[in-house]
């Protein structure tokens, strides 16, 4: 089992910046993928970004250029950083870790809510 702590959401205004972070633990080794899904009220849940473990990035088309995703392989770490947040970017944020073995398991966190709100 991998277990998935995040933190850093929080109330910011339009235009301000917050940096979201994940720890994993437990059966965490090997090759495994590391992102951010995001869901708002009524809303589905969606994508946002991702740190493979090959090294490489993928972001929403909504958040890039705003959004930087980096993670401490070390650590079992990831991390977003927000900027420039608009009201639509107001969810619950989810840390996703991706197993990778004969076949891929994915693990959730429990969610972070950010609101951008004047």
């Known amino acids: 089992q991998v277990q998935l702590v995040e933190s850093g959401g929080g109330l910011v205004q339009p235009g301000g910046s917050l940096r979201l972070s994940c720890q994993a633990s437990?059966?965490?080794?090997?090759?495994?993928?590391m992102g951010w899904y995001r869901q708002a009220p009524g809303k589905e849940r969606e994508f946002v970004a991702a740190?493979?473990?090959?090294?490489?990035?993928n972001y929403a088309t909504s958040v890039k250029g705003r959004f930087t995703i980096s993670r401490d392989v070390a650590k079992n770490s990831v991390y977003l950083q927000m900027n420039s947040l608009k009201p639509e970017d107001t969810a619950v944020y989810y840390c996703?870790?991706?197993?990778?073995?004969?076949?891929?398991?994915?693990?959730w966190g429990q969610g972070t809510q950010v609101t951008v709100s004047s």
């Open positions: 996703n870790v991706v197993v990778i073995r004969v076949t891929r398991t994915a693990y």
């Open positions: 740190a493979t473990s090959g090294g490489n990035t």
């Open positions: 437990g059966r965490i080794f090997g090759n495994y993928d």
